[in-house]
């Protein structure tokens, strides 16, 4: 099994930045690939980022050149750097964890609140 707890959510203005980290335990050896969602009031859950075992990230179009996310074989732990925050980046945000034990399985953190004010 595996784990995850999101931190660092909060209020920002726009244009500025947050951080959010995702600590992974449990059989963390496990995991094929991490990602970062969201999901905005009354929307569905949206992709964020992808990153995969092998170090390659894919970002949504909307939040790229914007959020960075690093970390993933490093720690325990992955982080999302959010810069050039807008309105519309207003979401709870939440990780990801891709992993086998047995089969395939997914981890879901508790989520973060993002809130950008304009």
């Known amino acids: 099994q595996v784990q995850l707890v999101e931190s660092g959510g909060g209020f920002v203005q726009a244009v500025g930045s947050l951080r959010l980290s995702c600590a992974a335990s449990?059989?963390?050896?496990?995991?094929?690939?991490m990602g970062w969602y969201r999901q905005a009031k009354g929307k569905q859950r949206e992709l964020v980022a992808i990153?995969?075992?092998?170090?390659?990230?894919n970002y949504a179009d909307y939040v790229k050149g914007r959020f960075t996310s690093y970390g993933y074989n490093a720690k325990n732990t992955v982080y999302l750097k959010m810069n050039s925050l807008k309105p519309e980046d207003t979401a709870v945000y939440y990780c990801?964890?891709?992993?086998?034990?047995?089969?395939?399985?997914?981890?879901w953190g508790q989520g973060t609140l993002v809130t950008v004010s304009s």
């Open positions: 990801n964890a891709g992993y086998v034990s047995l089969r395939y399985r997914e981890a």
């Open positions: 990153i995969t075992r092998g170090g390659d990230t």
């Open positions: 449990g059989s963390i050896f496990t995991i094929n690939a």
